[in-house]
């Protein structure tokens, strides 16, 4: 496998989102440490959170949404930004999901990329990797999170295959066990992260190679990290508004949206929500 030419690596431009309507959505099962099957989501208020995020992307940010249809069985498939990571040029490396519970989404995952396009390239066996729930594109680098849920060595792999350096950020805290629900990408080198999250080592590559803007505790168990960028707009989980403030500073317009019931899972706007590159 060739890895990306330089001109490719740099065509990074968000053109649409991938989202999956939460027509099955339930917390059937506890692989994180949100996941309290005594605490199950209201369904109803569920949808009527969902379709708000997906009108604000859609009609306030002005961003095109495609659909894929939620499988009966798999109550987790909402959460498509685990679905794998799209990369320039219309490929992308489909998610190879640590848990069993979620494994089962992989294959509905694989014939949407293959009916709209993609070239689909897989992870090896016992590597496992989640996608851009673990793996950012930014600038000329792949930054990406490990340990949780994401294996070392797909970051090797994703190294291989686009030519670019990998930064690998080891997440330490089982509340954070997706680098999305604790970086947040707002171009360029400027990102909004919390610092307790990662490891000591981690902290200190971020701060090297990064602009930051530290989120607080109590916004990051608001997942604020866990927000969708697009351009200069910003769709955020309601309930952070130090994180507002900083971004409005800096020329952002931020949009907030109820994301409780999708909490209860461990996800909230940027969980439901995978970013399709412009073709190149």
Same mark, same amino acid.
């Given at each position: 496998?060739?890895?990306?030419?330089?001109?490719?690596?740099?065509?990074?431009?968000?053109?649409? !989102?991938?989202?999956? +309507?939460?027509? &099955?959505? %339930?917390?059937?099962?506890?692989? @994180? *440490?949100?996941?309290? $099957?005594?605490? =199950?989501?209201?369904?109803?208020?569920?949808?009527?959170?969902?379709?708000?995020?997906?009108?604000?992307?859609?009609?306030?940010?002005?961003?095109?949404?495609? !659909?894929?249809?939620? +499988?009966?069985? &798999?109550? %987790?498939?909402?959460?498509?930004? @685990? *679905?794998?990571?799209? $990369?320039?040029? =219309?490929?992308?490396?489909?998610?190879?999901?640590?848990?069993?519970?979620?494994?089962?989404?992989?294959?509905?995952?694989?014939?949407?990329?293959?009916?709209?396009?993609?070239?689909?390239?897989?992870?090896?066996?016992?590597?496992?990797?989640?996608?851009?729930?673990?793996?950012? $594109?930014?600038?000329?680098?792949?930054?990406?999170?490990?340990?949780?849920?994401?294996?070392?060595?797909?970051?090797?792999?994703?190294?291989?295959?686009?030519?670019?350096?990998?930064?690998?950020?080891?997440?330490?805290?089982?509340?954070?066990?997706?680098?999305?629900?604790?970086?947040?990408?707002?171009?360029?080198?400027?990102?909004?992260?919390?610092?307790?999250?990662?490891?000591?080592?981690?902290?200190?590559?971020?701060?090297?190679?990064?602009?930051?803007?530290?989120?607080?505790?109590?916004?990051?168990?608001?997942?604020?990290?866990?927000?969708?960028?697009?351009?200069?707009?910003?769709?955020?989980?309601?309930?952070?508004?130090?994180?507002?403030?900083?971004?409005?500073?800096?020329?952002?317009?931020?949009?907030?949206?109820?994301?409780?019931?999708?909490?209860?899972?461990?996800?909230?706007?940027?969980?439901?929500?995978?970013?399709?590159?412009?073709?190149?």
């Amino acid at each position: 496998m060739q890895p990306m030419t330089e001109p490719a690596a740099q065509a990074q431009r968000v053109a649409q !989102l991938l989202m999956c +309507a939460p027509s &099955a959505y %339930d917390l059937l099962y506890e692989i @994180n *440490a949100w996941m309290h $099957l005594s605490q =199950r989501p209201d369904k109803r208020l569920a949808w009527k959170q969902w379709e708000q995020l997906y009108q604000t992307l859609t009609e306030k940010v002005g961003i095109p949404v495609v !659909l894929i249809e939620q +499988a009966s069985e &798999a109550p %987790d498939m909402v959460f498509t930004a @685990n *679905a794998g990571l799209p $990369l320039p040029g =219309r490929r992308v490396v489909l998610s190879r999901f640590r848990h069993p519970e979620r494994q089962v989404e992989e294959p509905y995952f694989e014939q949407w990329f293959c009916e709209h396009g993609y070239e689909v390239i897989r992870m090896p066996p016992n590597c496992a990797f989640e996608g851009e729930g673990d793996a950012f $594109l930014i600038d000329h680098l792949i930054v990406a999170g490990y340990r949780k849920r994401t294996d070392i060595c797909a970051h090797r792999y994703l190294s291989q295959i686009t030519g670019l350096e990998t930064l690998s950020l080891e997440l330490v805290d089982d509340r954070w066990y997706h680098l999305d629900t604790c970086f947040l990408p707002l171009g360029g080198r400027l990102v909004a992260y919390y610092p307790e999250a990662f490891d000591w080592y981690a902290r200190r590559v971020i701060e090297q190679h990064f602009e930051t803007i530290p989120v607080t505790p109590e916004e990051a168990l608001r997942f604020a990290c866990n927000s969708v960028v697009v351009g200069k707009h910003v769709v955020m989980p309601a309930g952070c508004p130090i994180l507002r403030f900083h971004l409005e500073e800096r020329g952002y317009t931020v949009y907030e949206v109820p994301m409780s019931e999708f909490i209860k899972s461990g996800g909230a706007c940027k969980c439901l929500v995978l970013y399709l590159l412009e073709p190149v």
